[in-house]
């Protein structure tokens, strides 16, 4: 990467080269985040019918933006604005393991972040923050600036903004807020799509009236709608998705919503003054889901997990570790967009069997028979197979020992077993169209010079040190990522 141009300046730090700009302190700086968009669905197939996405992308610089491993809301948003991977966040998925033992898992909500995120440093710096609807910000803590808080957030009857106070002012904007859709799987698929743009509205509206009203001086919101649409409507925008109609009478649904998000952006930017920063950015981006992997079923028939009694085929039964005979079980998993397998290791797990000497030749042993699983026409699957100490700066709490993307992600997996066979076309969960893909997005823009259009992959932590460069405040040694060229 030669010639960067006269604006910046070279940066050694933590190993990388970093640029930082000149001129950027006191700079003013808004983030907006999509979950669940990918580049290509932003940039190539959608962009022409959003012109306010359009015009960020003709002034700015973007591209797209890798994801975290695993690539899901939770830990991915964290792992963002930390500039940590999950590992060293300790957040391996929504639940985590919380004890060695075989039934506590722990929603990983904002008491799980233990490490800084943006606004802390912003705060440290005696500068202000406005955060709105970011994952793991509830329960709600204190910070220089105001909050409202994410997805996790059960309802408005809680405590969900910092000051307390500030609840009545977002009450008033939006009597019926939302911090999410719920059950997003279940309901008809007219009622969720108006229950989504109702919510999608509603927090745009009161994000952009608390941009006018309130100090700031980095503000960032997350929309969740944009991952929910996916999940429940993808069938009718992917033509190759297997439950694809073309004749069906939501087949722009999504085209829609994202013309109504659109809308909302724009609503947003009007409130600038013209001379803010801005990223739009998101976690991850998006697949169509082919069917899962009935991941516990296949260590059940392959010799790797016993039950006491086992299993009726064809009752369909969650996965009760009650029922296991841990005294022959040498692995078991937890279902969700990505596999996560743990090892029952003498010592560790209480009647771990798995001796530690021979934990690496298991794990290698596990791994070949998982990357050989086929699909349900019995085709080999593009499967990759990640030890969490060989990709993670750290491995902090408690981490699976392995963590498997099925089919490049075309496949998720289910926990339950009675199937009867190694894969199911329904999700266990209630109906899923998508899975999550590893290429997310972003925009970068500075009024006050041109980008470069369509520009270098980045990975997702180096939002963080991109942001605290453009706002002119130090980037410590510890995060992982680099900054984010403006020019090329």
């Known amino acids: 990467?030669?010639?960067?141009?006269?604006?910046?300046?070279?940066?050694?730090?933590?190993?990388?080269?970093?640029?930082?700009?000149?001129?950027?302190?006191?700079?003013?700086?808004?983030?907006?985040?999509?979950?669940?968009?990918?580049?290509?669905l932003l940039f190539r197939e959608l962009s022409p019918e959003l012109p306010n996405i359009r015009r960020l992308m003709r002034q700015g610089t973007w591209g797209q933006l890798d994801s975290s491993i695993p690539c899901i809301t939770v830990p991915?948003?964290?792992s963002m604005l930390s500039g940590h991977d999950p590992g060293v966040l300790g957040i391996y998925g929504f639940r985590n393991r919380s004890k060695y033992n075989y039934d506590d898992l722990s929603i990983a909500d904002g008491r799980a972040v233990q490490q800084n995120r943006l606004w802390d440093y912003v705060g440290a710096a005696g500068r202000e923050s406005l955060i709105a609807n970011i994952p793991q910000t509830h329960p709600v803590q204190q910070l220089q600036g105001n909050l409202v808080s994410g997805f996790l957030t059960p309802n408005t009857d809680a405590t969900f903004t910092y000051?307390?106070?500030?609840?009545?002012?977002?009450?008033?904007?939006?009597?019926?807020?939302?911090?999410?859709?719920?059950?997003?799987?279940?309901?008809?698929?007219?009622?969720?799509?108006?229950?989504?743009?109702?919510?999608?509205?509603?927090?745009?509206?009161?994000?952009?009236d608390l941009l006018t009203r309130k100090s700031w001086d980095f503000a960032m919101h997350v929309n969740i709608g944009t991952d929910r649409i996916h999940h429940a409507f993808w069938r009718y925008y992917d033509p190759e998705h297997r439950l694809h109609d073309p004749k069906h009478y939501l087949l722009s649904a999504?085209?829609?919503?994202?013309?109504?998000?659109?809308?909302?952006?724009?609503?947003?930017?009007?409130?600038?003054?013209?001379?803010?920063?801005?990223?739009?950015?998101?976690?991850?981006?998006?697949?169509?889901?082919?069917?899962?992997?009935?991941?516990?079923?296949?260590?059940?028939?392959?010799?790797w997990l016993t039950f006491k009694n086992e299993p009726?085929?064809?009752?369909?039964?969650?996965?009760?570790?009650?029922?296991?005979?841990?005294?022959?079980?040498?692995?078991?998993?937890?279902?969700?967009?990505?596999?996560?397998?743990?090892?029952?290791?003498?010592?560790?797990?209480?009647?771990?069997?798995?001796?530690?000497?021979?934990?690496?030749?298991?794990?290698?042993?596990?791994?070949?028979?998982?990357?050989?699983i086929p699909d349900n026409e019995g085709n080999p699957l593009k499967t990759s197979v990640y030890n969490p100490r060989a990709i993670y700066h750290q491995v902090n709490r408690i981490a699976p020992d392995l963590m498997v993307y099925f089919g490049d992600l075309h496949w998720r997996?289910?926990?339950?077993?009675?199937?009867?066979?190694?894969?199911?076309?329904?999700?266990?969960?209630?109906?899923?169209?998508?899975?999550?893909?590893?290429?997310?997005?972003?925009i970068l823009v500075d009024p006050k010079q041109s980008g470069v259009g369509q520009s270098y992959t980045y990975q997702l932590m180096d939002v963080a040190s991109t942001a605290l460069n453009l706002m002119g405040l130090d980037i410590p040694k510890a995060l992982q990522g680099r900054v984010m060229l403006y020019r090329g």
């Not at 019926?176 to 509206?205: A, E, G, K, P």
């Not at 005294?327 to 001796?355: C, D, H, M």
């Open 163 to 208: 000051p307390a106070i500030l609840k009545n002012e977002v009450l008033k904007k939006a009597p019926n807020y939302r911090f999410d859709v719920s059950d997003y799987r279940n309901i008809d698929r007219d009622r969720l799509l108006q229950n989504i743009i109702d919510m999608t509205v509603d927090q745009y509206r009161v994000f952009a």
């Open 312 to 372: 009726e085929i064809g009752t369909i039964t969650k996965f009760d570790p009650a029922n296991v005979d841990w005294s022959r079980t040498k692995a078991w998993s937890t279902g969700g967009y990505y596999g996560r397998v743990f090892l029952n290791i003498e010592g560790r797990e209480p009647q771990g069997i798995v001796p530690k000497n021979a934990i690496q030749s298991i794990r290698e042993e596990l791994t070949q028979r998982l990357v050989n």
């Open 413 to 442: 997996v289910v926990g339950s077993v009675g199937y009867g066979q190694h894969y199911t076309l329904e999700n266990d969960t209630g109906p899923d169209d998508a899975n999550h893909a590893m290429e997310g997005m972003y």
């Open 76 to 78: 991915a948003w964290s």
């Open 254 to 303: 999504i085209r829609d919503y994202y013309k109504v998000v659109d809308d909302q952006i724009g609503r947003v930017l009007k409130q600038l003054r013209g001379d803010e920063l801005i990223m739009l950015v998101s976690d991850h981006g998006v697949k169509r889901m082919d069917g899962a992997i009935c991941l516990n079923e296949w260590l059940w028939k392959n010799g």
């Open 1 to 40: 990467m030669k010639g960067h141009g006269e604006n910046c300046a070279l940066l050694l730090l933590g190993g990388y080269m970093f640029r930082r700009f000149i001129g950027q302190s006191k700079r003013k700086l808004l983030i907006l985040g999509l979950d669940c968009v990918g580049a290509d």
